[in-house]
């Protein structure tokens, strides 16, 4: 009798322990599989702005644009645009039909397409860092930094600033600091698009390209984790009245390039007297409006979905985006699919 409650015994610690192992496929490694799925698919509220600002000197202006999630910079992008010898430099788009406002010899032109050259130029100042990697090494430092932790930063001595930016060299490093804060601000104001997925596989890329016509340049800024647009900025620069609209970050001293009554202006800080003469060419929204209705549309969708829209007639393109009113939105759109491509 005590032999054979020995052996219950045995069976029931037995079967016990067995019930509280840990299954080869059971909830254990489904509870550890559900962390890594959400974790995977976590959903991030983004949101992108653009600035303009005289980061450096008084013969340039700087543009840079930043993604935020909440009030931390999740990506940013800086350029620098200058009047460039034109034996010497690549011109923005469409600066061959610049004649008209731009003296003889000079292109407004990106530091970085002109990289090479410009960088040439600081190398025989003493920097034996490129302009390419200045801005690199200054958007690497903003990461993952919210707008109070940067403020802070730019309260200290330009020097210091500096110092604190490994890699960078230039100068006025505060000042392209400075610009992204701007940016970031701007950005604060802005609709927030979603994300659902690691914000590490995000890029961002800037693009300037011809959208619309032969008098302005389209500055295309997109965010993809590589198959997917998540978002866009879309600004354009055209040579407006000087007496009637606002010039970019140091038109006063970039008047010397720039023949006499017109000032280079961002459509979008003209965005009233720009929408004005729209209006009376018949159109009923304004141009910032139409900029973000494109944006909106192309927020989301893939790479792929965007490529399809290249087989359609302009006027589908015009009615599949909400509202927008633009004759050139397909072109608009397709400047965005060349930055995200330009990111792979």
């Known amino acids: 009798m005590k032999n054979l409650f020995i052996l219950v015994l045995v069976l029931v610690l037995s079967v016990g322990a067995a019930g509280c192992s840990k299954p080869e496929n059971g909830s254990s490694t489904s509870s550890s599989t559900s962390e890594t799925s959400a974790e995977e698919t976590e959903r991030h509220e983004l949101k992108t702005g653009q600035a303009l ?44 039909n610049f004649g008209d406002y731009v003296i003889d010899g000079y ?22 860092v490129t302009i390419n990697d200045n801005y690199e090494a200054i958007q690497k430092f903003v990461l993952g ?11 200290q001595e330009d020097e210091k600033v500096t110092d604190a930016v490994s890699g960078a060299t230039l100068v006025d490093t505060k000042g392209y600091i400075d610009t992204i804060l701007l940016a970031a601000e701007n950005a604060r104001a802005n609709e927030a698009v979603p994300y659902q997925g690691d914000l590490a596989d995000l890029t961002i890329h800037q693009l300037e390209g011809a959208a619309h016509g032969t008098k302005c340049f389209t500055l295309t800024t997109v ?59 018949g159109s009923t929204i304004a141009i910032d409006k139409n900029y973000n209705m494109i944006q909106s549309y192309v927020s989301g969708k893939s790479i792929d979905e965007l490529k399809a829209l290249e087989e359609k007639k302009a006027e589908e393109v015009i009615d599949a985006v909400s509202s927008a009113t633009l004759e050139d939105t397909a072109n608009y759109i397709k400047e965005v699919l060349k930055a995200a491509e330009a990111t792979k």
């Open 53 to 96: 600002y005289a980061a450096h000197g008084t013969k340039s202006f700087a543009t840079a644009t930043v993604v935020l999630k909440d009030d931390t910079i999740v990506l940013a992008y800086v350029d620098e645009y200058q009047y460039l010898d034109s034996a010497d430099a690549a011109g923005v788009p469409n600066s061959e």
């Open 107 to 128: 292109v407004l032109g990106s530091k970085r397409v002109n990289n090479e050259s410009y960088s040439a130029d600081m190398a025989a100042a003493g920097s034996t």
């Open 145 to 155: 930094k919210t707008i109070a932790e940067l403020e802070e930063i730019t309260s």
């Open 223 to 281: 965010v993809t984790d590589g198959t997917t647009v998540v978002s866009a900025y879309i600004d354009e620069f055209q040579y407006l009245a000087g007496d009637t609209s606002t010039g970019v970050p140091n038109s006063d001293n970039l008047a010397d390039y720039v023949k006499e009554g017109y000032v280079l202006g961002s459509k979008r800080v003209n965005t009233e007297a720009y929408s004005t003469s729209m209006a009376a060419a």
